[in-house]
């Protein structure tokens, strides 16, 4: 089955870090872009981080620009999001998307996954 | 950044209503452009790229249309499934500032 599974949400206190996890299944991974897309609670779509398919060429939304990093392993089918200094505005679902392309820049988002809840309070 | 702005932000319509939602560019995006549909709770799904194309099993009731600046989603007749956040995402540059802002359909 094609799918993509989110894990690593949870509460975590304001300046803390997580680091969320994706496995792919049911395609080629490493043929794609991967992205991370996120949805505060009853707020649109957020992109917030993309990689494209080798690793080779990576960008963050400015909202999360050197707290961030994603990063991927391409023989384990996974993507990761390491989020440090968290903040309260980093609440959110997300979601782990899959592009139709093989660079993150250029593409649109085809697969999502279920997405993990990240919730930054004290 | 080119932005993207949809309206209207909501509306409510018939059963069997022609519905069409917009979203505006700031600059040209040529057809590079997307819709997605989210069902309350419910993951996002891709429904139209290159600003016309359905995506495979998207009913034909759903069209977009548009190129350059200007897109349109219409829905041909609208159904009590197609309650939804519709949002349009421009893909032609790196994905800073995707996706509009989102435009929620509702039945009257």
């Known amino acids: 089955e094609v799918q993509l599974v989110e894990s690593g949400g949870g509460l975590v206190q304001p300046g803390r870090s997580l680091r969320l996890s994706c496995a792919a299944s049911?395609?080629?991974?490493?043929?794609?872009?991967m992205h991370w897309v996120r949805q505060a609670p009853g707020k649109g779509l957020e992109w917030v981080s993309g990689i494209s398919w080798n690793s080779g060429s990576i960008g963050y939304a400015d909202s999360v620009k050197g707290r961030f990093t994603i990063s991927r392993d391409n023989a384990k089918n996974s993507l990761y999001l390491q989020m440090n200094s968290l903040r309260a505005e980093d609440t959110a679902l997300y979601y782990c998307?899959?592009?139709?392309?093989?660079?993150?820049?250029?593409?649109?988002?085809?697969?999502w996954g279920r997405g993990t809840l990240v919730t930054v309070s004290s | 950044d080119i932005q993207m702005t949809q309206s209207p932000s909501s509306l409510s319509a018939s059963v069997g209503d022609r519905v069409t939602i917009t979203c505006r560019a700031s600059q040209g995006i040529s057809n590079y452009l997307a819709w997605y549909q989210q069902k309350p709770g419910k993951v996002p799904k891709l429904l139209i790229y290159?600003?016309?194309t359905l995506q495979s099993g998207v009913p034909s009731r759903f069209s977009g249309s548009g190129s350059g600046t200007d897109f349109t989603l219409t829905i041909s007749s609208l159904q009590p499934e197609d309650v939804a956040t519709y949002y349009c995402q421009k893909y032609n540059s790196a994905p800073q500032d995707t996706f509009g802002g989102g435009t929620k359909v509702e039945i009257k």
């Open positions: 998307a899959k592009d139709f392309h093989w660079d993150y820049e250029h593409g649109y988002f085809d697969l």
């Open positions: 290159a600003a016309s």
């Open positions: 049911g395609f080629t991974f490493d043929d794609y872009a």
